[in-house]
């Protein structure tokens, strides 16, 4: 008591409109009210496409880590451990769960992780994956050998390379391709790119992923570290057998010279070896050296005659953001990969190829694919019908649906349209040169923030594809995922600021406007 008398008897050098008291309610009231606000949100079914049901073998199951039969398909017993461990969430039976090897699970304890902003993890939704005897599973493996075999060809080519000529034609003739088309056909100019606003706009890397980077006192030049042409993995049975049991793999051969990304081998291993919001962060520091015409027009300050952003509607607050947005992503990504599809890689997929052409094993795989050029081709050169890999390893050891690259980088972006202005044109638009050791410059339509970051997701999401580890739909709800993440997060702090402003006003992927309040 002696204390608080003290205390008390000390000058009170407060101002401001609140007292201590009185800021203490309202901050209560800001977090019930966003409590209340997701409490109210209707609650989210989860379909899945009910391939894990239907067999029983669980050939249409992620069952990477754990032991498997000579056919590649999982021990039965292990696989029911492992449903066991995620239906009760209980830690001794996640310790329990059988490897077939030194490679352990990725984490499936995040999937039950609460988060104090934005709606939960588990009451966010995604759309029902192909299942795997359909058509459009057919088209997107189908799409992914395709980039296996086109890996070294720089985009500069891809209008008159002989294998993306063909890919293109190719894949217009499946039934169920869902990637991008121009008169009902993929082209050369569409090929592997993504469905967003402005993404078959300029060249296939978006200028985030090529532009200098401003970084504190230093600049990062955009040349990275890539393998050498044609280092491919998992293409003999053994290989590949051994690595869905969970073995070390060998180490990748890597290219002594950095270089800026010119192909899809070199884009895949950006993907490989970023760290999980390094586009996002890059985009944003790019972003911030445009300079206040660059800002969202909603911005409350650029109209103040006496103040500017920093703390808020600055660069700390828009880089915390789109840091910020990238673990919840991946809670969100974990949540579905482990508690709802437990869909298989295409690694695993490319695994069921090989067995079933070569009469090891019958299985539903849509005759579009078995009847394709590009299984012709991948066999004619590897000898084998699986899908070669970029990475040594193959895909992590975690289902494949959605993909958690997507899920970040779409998060991200959300977050940088919502601060800056999507219209604006990027100045001195660049391209890589056709050995990546330069950049050159590009001089056809103008390229936009929006536009731009929409092709950052893409370039992000579909790196994984080109490298064999995620198939197209697994990034592409990953990016919505991830957008619906950052909404919502955006949606709760929108609440908390003191300015005068109006919301966060942006395009969605999906070409549609949305203002957040």
């Known amino acids: 008591m002696a204390k608080r008398n003290k205390s008390n008897n000390k000058k009170k050098c407060l101002i401001g409109p609140l007292n201590g008291q009185k ?43 754990l032991p498997h039969n000579s056919l590649g398909e999982v021990d039965l017993q292990a696989y029911n451990q492992l449903i066991k461990a995620l239906k009760t969430g209980n830690k001794d039976h996640l310790e329990s769960i059988p490897l077939g090897g030194d490679v352990k699970i990725a984490n499936p304890q995040a ?10 993890c588990h009451n966010l939704d995604i759309a029902v994956p192909p299942s795997f005897k359909s058509a459009w599973a057919a088209g997107e493996m189908a799409e992914l050998y395709w980039q296996a075999l086109t890996r070294d060809v720089s985009f500069h080519e891809y209008r008159t390379n002989p294998l993306t000529i063909e890919a293109a034609s190719e894949l217009s003739s499946f039934t169920d391709f869902r990637g991008p088309k121009i008169g009902g056909k993929v082209t050369t100019g569409t090929l592997f790119r993504g469905i967003t606003p402005g993404d078959l706009t300029g060249p296939y890397i978006s200028q985030f992923l090529l532009k200098n980077v401003p970084y504190g006192g230093t600049t990062i030049i955009q040349r990275y570290r890539t393998t050498l042409a044609g280092s491919d993995h998992m293409t003999s049975y053994d290989q590949w057998l051994k690595i869905q049991n969970g073995s070390t793999p060998a180490a990748p051969l890597f290219d002594p010279t950095p270089r800026y990304i010119r192909n899809g081998r070199d884009l895949g291993e950006y993907v490989h070896q970023d760290f999980s919001f390094q586009g996002p962060l890059s985009a944003c520091l790019v972003l911030l050296s445009f300079g206040r015409e660059a800002l969202d027009i909603y911005n409350p300050y650029l109209k103040s005659e006496t103040q500017d952003g920093f703390i808020t509607f600055g660069a700390p607050h ?24 437990r869909r298989l890689r295409p690694e695993e997929f490319g695994g069921r190829v090989h067995n079933h052409l070569m009469g090891a094993a019958s299985y539903p795989i849509n005759s579009e694919l078995l009847h394709s050029q590009v299984i012709s081709k991948v066999f004619s050169q590897f000898r084998s019908y699986l899908l070669p890999m970029a990475y040594p ?12 690259h997507a899920a970040i980088v779409g998060a991200g972006a959300t977050v940088l ?23 050159l410059p590009y001089s056809g ?15 992000i999401s579909l790196g994984r594809n080109t490298a064999g580890v995620h ?38 992927f999906d070409g549609t406007r949305i203002t957040i309040k």
């Open 111 to 120: 999937a039950y992780v609460f988060d104090l902003a934005g709606t939960d």
């Open 417 to 439: 349209k919502a601060f800056f202005k999507e219209s604006f044109k990027i100045p001195n638009p660049v391209t890589a040169s056709w050995d990546g050791l330069s950049l």
């Open 318 to 341: 828009i880089l915390d953001l789109v840091t910020k947005v990238a673990r919840a992503a991946l809670e969100a990504a974990w949540f579905q990969k482990f508690l709802v599809h």
């Open 393 to 404: 390893e193959g895909c992590p050891i975690h289902p494949a649906y959605p993909a958690g």
């Open 23 to 65: 800021r203490s309610e309202k901050a209560f009231r800001v977090r019930h009210k966003a409590a209340c606000s997701q409490m109210e949100l209707p609650l989210t079914e989860h379909p899945c496409n009910g391939d894990e049901q239907l067999y029983p073998t669980k050939i249409a199951s992620f069952s990477k880590g």
């Open 445 to 459: 339509k103008p390229l936009t923030i929006g536009g731009e970051l929409n092709k950052l997701a893409a370039n």
């Open 471 to 508: 198939w197209r739909s697994d990034g592409i709800e990953g990016l919505k995922l991830g957008e619906a993440v950052a909404i919502s997060i955006l949606r709760d702090y929108s609440a908390t600021y003191h300015e005068k402003f109006t919301g966060f006003s942006f395009t969605k």
